[in-house]
Protein backbone atom coordinates (compact mmCIF):
# COMPACT_ATOMS: atom_id res chain seq x y z
CA UNK A 1 0.00 0.00 0.00
CA UNK A 2 1.40 3.10 -1.29
CA UNK A 3 0.17 6.13 0.62
CA UNK A 4 1.08 9.71 0.20
CA UNK A 5 1.75 12.33 3.29
CA UNK A 6 1.78 16.15 2.71
CA UNK A 7 2.91 18.17 5.48
CA UNK A 8 5.45 15.33 6.19
CA UNK A 9 8.29 17.06 7.76
CA UNK A 10 6.24 19.26 9.62
CA UNK A 11 5.59 18.62 13.54
CA UNK A 12 2.80 15.90 13.60
CA UNK A 13 3.04 14.91 9.80
CA UNK A 14 6.64 13.67 11.20
CA UNK A 15 5.31 11.49 13.53
CA UNK A 16 2.60 9.98 10.99
CA UNK A 17 4.88 9.34 8.53
CA UNK A 18 7.09 7.59 11.09
CA UNK A 19 4.00 5.60 11.65
CA UNK A 20 3.10 4.87 8.40
CA UNK A 21 7.03 3.14 7.64
CA UNK A 22 6.84 1.41 10.62
CA UNK A 23 3.68 -0.16 9.98
CA UNK A 24 5.58 -1.33 6.35
CA UNK A 25 3.26 0.84 4.19
CA UNK A 26 5.27 2.67 1.48
CA UNK A 27 5.36 6.83 2.16
CA UNK A 28 5.50 9.34 -0.43
CA UNK A 29 6.50 12.36 2.15
CA UNK A 30 5.81 15.72 0.72
CA UNK A 31 6.70 18.91 1.40
CA UNK A 32 8.02 22.34 0.88
CA UNK A 33 11.19 21.47 3.04
CA UNK A 34 13.98 19.31 2.13
CA UNK A 35 13.62 16.02 4.63
CA UNK A 36 14.65 12.67 5.14
CA UNK A 37 14.30 9.37 6.95
CA UNK A 38 15.87 6.44 8.25
CA UNK A 39 13.24 4.40 6.97
CA UNK A 40 13.53 2.51 3.83
CA UNK A 41 10.13 2.53 2.48
CA UNK A 42 9.65 6.26 2.63
CA UNK A 43 10.55 8.45 -0.56
CA UNK A 44 10.84 11.99 0.19
CA UNK A 45 9.15 14.88 -2.39
CA UNK A 46 9.11 18.75 -1.96
CA UNK A 47 6.27 20.42 -3.90
CA UNK A 48 4.17 23.35 -3.27
CA UNK A 49 0.58 22.21 -2.60
CA UNK A 50 -0.77 25.12 -4.29
CA UNK A 51 0.96 24.53 -7.29
CA UNK A 52 -1.77 22.25 -9.50
CA UNK A 53 0.78 20.70 -11.24
CA UNK A 54 3.19 19.52 -8.71
CA UNK A 55 0.24 17.78 -6.46
CA UNK A 56 -0.75 16.18 -9.83
CA UNK A 57 2.64 15.24 -11.22
CA UNK A 58 3.34 13.74 -7.57
CA UNK A 59 -0.30 11.62 -7.62
CA UNK A 60 -0.41 10.52 -11.07
CA UNK A 61 3.39 9.07 -10.45
CA UNK A 62 3.14 7.03 -7.20
CA UNK A 63 -0.72 6.55 -7.66
CA UNK A 64 -1.49 6.47 -4.11
CA UNK A 65 -4.07 3.98 -2.39
CA UNK A 66 -4.50 7.08 0.35
CA UNK A 67 -3.49 10.57 0.98
CA UNK A 68 -2.82 12.14 4.16
CA UNK A 69 -2.95 15.74 3.61
CA UNK A 70 -1.42 17.40 6.56
CA UNK A 71 0.28 20.46 4.58
CA UNK A 72 -0.82 23.95 5.61
CA UNK A 73 -0.40 26.95 7.72
CA UNK A 74 -0.97 25.58 11.38
CA UNK A 75 -2.54 29.02 12.29
CA UNK A 76 -3.81 32.50 11.78
CA UNK A 77 -1.17 34.49 13.82
CA UNK A 78 2.22 34.09 11.54
CA UNK A 79 0.89 35.68 8.20
CA UNK A 80 -0.89 37.63 6.53
CA UNK A 81 -4.82 36.38 6.61
CA UNK A 82 -5.30 36.32 3.59
CA UNK A 83 -2.22 34.01 2.46
CA UNK A 84 -2.96 31.96 5.20
CA UNK A 85 -6.98 31.46 3.53
CA UNK A 86 -5.57 31.64 0.14
CA UNK A 87 -2.63 28.82 0.96
CA UNK A 88 -4.88 26.45 3.14
CA UNK A 89 -7.93 26.69 0.58
CA UNK A 90 -5.91 25.97 -2.96
CA UNK A 91 -3.56 23.26 -0.98
CA UNK A 92 -6.50 21.45 0.34
CA UNK A 93 -8.39 21.96 -3.23
CA UNK A 94 -5.72 20.78 -5.05
CA UNK A 95 -4.78 17.11 -3.40
CA UNK A 96 -8.58 16.44 -2.88
CA UNK A 97 -8.86 17.26 -6.75
CA UNK A 98 -5.99 14.84 -7.78
CA UNK A 99 -6.51 12.50 -4.59
CA UNK A 100 -9.99 11.77 -6.91
CA UNK A 101 -8.89 11.73 -9.62
CA UNK A 102 -6.43 8.77 -9.25
CA UNK A 103 -9.06 7.13 -6.90
CA UNK A 104 -7.17 7.68 -3.25
CA UNK A 105 -9.28 7.91 -0.63
CA UNK A 106 -7.89 11.22 1.58
CA UNK A 107 -7.72 11.47 5.44
CA UNK A 108 -6.71 15.05 6.44
CA UNK A 109 -6.05 17.74 9.04
CA UNK A 110 -9.32 20.14 9.43
CA UNK A 111 -8.99 21.91 12.93
CA UNK A 112 -11.16 22.59 15.77
CA UNK A 113 -10.45 26.16 14.54
CA UNK A 114 -13.31 25.37 12.26
CA UNK A 115 -15.47 25.81 15.30
CA UNK A 116 -14.78 29.35 15.27
CA UNK A 117 -13.60 29.16 19.21
CA UNK A 118 -10.14 29.53 18.88
CA UNK A 119 -8.72 32.64 17.72
CA UNK A 120 -12.51 35.11 18.01
CA UNK A 121 -11.69 38.64 18.88
CA UNK A 122 -13.78 37.61 22.21
CA UNK A 123 -14.59 33.39 22.54
CA UNK A 124 -18.12 33.16 22.36
CA UNK A 125 -19.67 30.45 24.48
CA UNK A 126 -20.66 27.52 22.98
CA UNK A 127 -24.54 26.23 22.09
CA UNK A 128 -23.97 23.12 24.14
CA UNK A 129 -21.32 20.76 25.91
CA UNK A 130 -19.56 18.66 25.07
CA UNK A 131 -18.98 20.03 21.63
CA UNK A 132 -19.41 17.60 18.78
CA UNK A 133 -19.15 17.62 15.37
CA UNK A 134 -22.88 18.83 14.70
CA UNK A 135 -22.23 21.80 16.45
CA UNK A 136 -21.97 24.89 13.79
CA UNK A 137 -19.13 26.20 12.52
CA UNK A 138 -18.96 30.14 12.71
CA UNK A 139 -15.28 31.09 12.23
CA UNK A 140 -13.86 34.99 12.44
CA UNK A 141 -10.41 34.79 11.57
CA UNK A 142 -8.62 33.29 8.12
CA UNK A 143 -7.59 29.91 9.45
CA UNK A 144 -10.88 28.82 10.74
CA UNK A 145 -12.53 29.86 7.50
CA UNK A 146 -9.98 28.05 5.73
CA UNK A 147 -10.92 24.65 7.06
CA UNK A 148 -14.93 25.24 6.50
CA UNK A 149 -13.64 25.71 2.81
CA UNK A 150 -11.38 22.55 2.83
CA UNK A 151 -14.51 20.36 4.38
CA UNK A 152 -16.34 21.65 1.76
CA UNK A 153 -13.94 20.64 -1.10
CA UNK A 154 -13.79 17.87 0.34
CA UNK A 155 -17.81 16.98 -0.11
CA UNK A 156 -17.47 18.24 -3.47
CA UNK A 157 -14.89 15.30 -4.64
CA UNK A 158 -16.33 12.77 -2.79
CA UNK A 159 -19.43 13.48 -4.75
CA UNK A 160 -18.07 13.90 -8.10
CA UNK A 161 -15.25 10.66 -7.46
CA UNK A 162 -17.16 8.27 -4.69
CA UNK A 163 -13.75 8.61 -2.67
CA UNK A 164 -13.92 9.03 1.16
CA UNK A 165 -12.48 11.72 3.09
CA UNK A 166 -11.93 11.98 6.75
CA UNK A 167 -11.68 15.33 8.24
CA UNK A 168 -9.77 14.95 11.65
CA UNK A 169 -10.09 18.15 13.46
CA UNK A 170 -7.59 18.05 16.27
CA UNK A 171 -7.38 19.75 19.38
CA UNK A 172 -4.41 21.58 20.41
CA UNK A 173 -2.22 19.22 19.57
CA UNK A 174 0.85 17.93 22.74
CA UNK A 175 4.35 16.39 22.31
CA UNK A 176 5.59 14.36 25.02
CA UNK A 177 7.89 15.61 27.39
CA UNK A 178 6.70 18.97 26.20
CA UNK A 179 3.51 20.09 26.83
CA UNK A 180 3.06 23.60 25.39
CA UNK A 181 -0.40 23.74 27.42
CA UNK A 182 1.00 23.05 30.67
CA UNK A 183 3.07 25.98 30.33
CA UNK A 184 1.99 29.40 32.00
CA UNK A 185 -2.16 29.96 33.72
CA UNK A 186 -4.33 27.58 32.20
CA UNK A 187 -6.43 30.47 32.37
CA UNK A 188 -4.63 33.02 30.17
CA UNK A 189 -5.73 31.63 26.29
CA UNK A 190 -7.68 28.26 27.16
CA UNK A 191 -10.90 29.45 26.75
CA UNK A 192 -10.19 29.14 23.00
CA UNK A 193 -10.39 25.65 23.30
CA UNK A 194 -12.21 25.15 26.62
CA UNK A 195 -8.93 23.65 28.22
CA UNK A 196 -9.01 20.62 25.74
CA UNK A 197 -5.71 18.99 24.00
CA UNK A 198 -4.64 15.80 22.51
CA UNK A 199 -1.05 14.50 22.45
CA UNK A 200 0.54 13.48 18.82
CA UNK A 201 0.50 9.87 19.43
CA UNK A 202 -3.30 9.86 20.02
CA UNK A 203 -3.67 12.12 16.64
CA UNK A 204 -1.56 9.30 14.90
CA UNK A 205 -3.44 6.57 16.13
CA UNK A 206 -6.81 8.44 14.43
CA UNK A 207 -5.30 9.11 11.04
CA UNK A 208 -4.80 5.28 10.75
CA UNK A 209 -7.59 4.46 12.22
CA UNK A 210 -9.40 6.96 9.77
CA UNK A 211 -7.36 5.30 6.82
CA UNK A 212 -8.52 1.54 7.91
CA UNK A 213 -11.73 2.54 8.58
CA UNK A 214 -14.75 1.33 6.02
CA UNK A 215 -16.98 4.77 5.30
CA UNK A 216 -18.83 6.40 2.47
CA UNK A 217 -18.49 10.13 1.88
CA UNK A 218 -16.99 12.71 4.14
CA UNK A 219 -16.91 12.04 7.96
CA UNK A 220 -15.56 14.93 10.41
CA UNK A 221 -14.51 13.47 13.47
CA UNK A 222 -13.39 15.49 16.88
CA UNK A 223 -9.98 14.12 17.88
CA UNK A 224 -9.24 15.23 21.35
CA UNK A 225 -7.80 13.65 25.06
CA UNK A 226 -10.57 12.50 27.31
CA UNK A 227 -9.90 15.18 29.92
CA UNK A 228 -9.10 18.89 30.27
CA UNK A 229 -5.28 20.23 30.64
CA UNK A 230 -6.34 21.46 33.79
CA UNK A 231 -7.51 18.82 36.62
CA UNK A 232 -10.61 20.51 37.63
CA UNK A 233 -13.67 19.90 36.82
CA UNK A 234 -14.64 21.70 32.91
CA UNK A 235 -17.95 22.65 33.99
CA UNK A 236 -16.19 24.72 36.60
CA UNK A 237 -13.95 26.28 33.90
CA UNK A 238 -16.18 27.40 31.56
CA UNK A 239 -18.53 29.05 34.45
CA UNK A 240 -15.49 30.44 36.19
CA UNK A 241 -14.20 31.86 32.84
CA UNK A 242 -17.64 32.88 30.98
CA UNK A 243 -19.88 33.67 34.13
CA UNK A 244 -22.14 31.28 32.72
CA UNK A 245 -22.87 27.64 31.39
CA UNK A 246 -24.90 26.73 28.01
CA UNK A 247 -28.25 25.93 28.53
CA UNK A 248 -27.18 21.72 27.72
CA UNK A 249 -24.25 20.50 29.27
CA UNK A 250 -23.97 16.98 29.62
CA UNK A 251 -19.96 16.77 31.19
CA UNK A 252 -18.74 15.06 34.49
CA UNK A 253 -15.71 15.93 36.45
CA UNK A 254 -12.90 17.14 33.98
CA UNK A 255 -14.31 15.39 30.99
CA UNK A 256 -13.22 17.23 27.74
CA UNK A 257 -15.40 19.98 26.22
CA UNK A 258 -14.30 18.59 22.44
CA UNK A 259 -16.34 14.82 22.41
CA UNK A 260 -14.42 12.28 20.54
CA UNK A 261 -17.64 9.96 20.82
CA UNK A 262 -18.02 9.67 16.71
CA UNK A 263 -14.74 8.40 16.86
CA UNK A 264 -14.73 6.30 18.96
CA UNK A 265 -18.15 4.77 17.66
CA UNK A 266 -17.28 5.07 13.81
CA UNK A 267 -13.49 4.66 13.82
CA UNK A 268 -12.88 2.23 16.69
CA UNK A 269 -10.27 4.97 18.13
CA UNK A 270 -10.27 6.33 21.32
CA UNK A 271 -7.60 9.06 23.10
CA UNK A 272 -5.46 6.95 25.53
CA UNK A 273 -2.96 9.66 26.90
CA UNK A 274 -3.16 12.37 29.68
CA UNK A 275 -0.85 15.20 30.21
CA UNK A 276 -0.64 13.53 33.59
CA UNK A 277 1.54 11.11 32.14
CA UNK A 278 2.90 12.50 29.04
CA UNK A 279 3.63 16.30 29.50
CA UNK A 280 6.71 14.55 31.71
CA UNK A 281 7.12 11.88 29.46
CA UNK A 282 10.36 10.87 27.45
CA UNK A 283 9.91 9.40 24.22
CA UNK A 284 12.21 8.85 21.11
CA UNK A 285 10.85 11.43 18.90
CA UNK A 286 10.42 9.80 14.94
CA UNK A 287 12.82 8.47 12.87
CA UNK A 288 12.00 11.00 10.40
CA UNK A 289 13.93 14.92 10.06
CA UNK A 290 13.13 18.40 8.73
CA UNK A 291 15.99 19.76 7.64
Known sequence: MTVLVTGAFGGSGRWIVDRLASEGREVVAVDQRRGRSDHGNVVARQADLTDRGDVFDLCLEFEPDDVVHWGAIPDPTGHAGGHVFENNVMGAYNVFDAAGRVGADVVWASSESAYGFPFAAETPLPDYLPV????????????????????????????????????????????????????GDPMDGGDGNFWSYVDVRDIVDSVVAAMDADFDGHEPFLIAAADNYVGRPTVDLVEDFFGELPERVDLTGDESAMSSAKAQAQLDWEPTRSWREAAEEDVEGPAVYAE
Do not use: N, T
Open 132 to 183: DEDHPLRPEDSYGASKVAGEDAAEMVVRRDGISVASIRPSWIQYPGRYQCKA
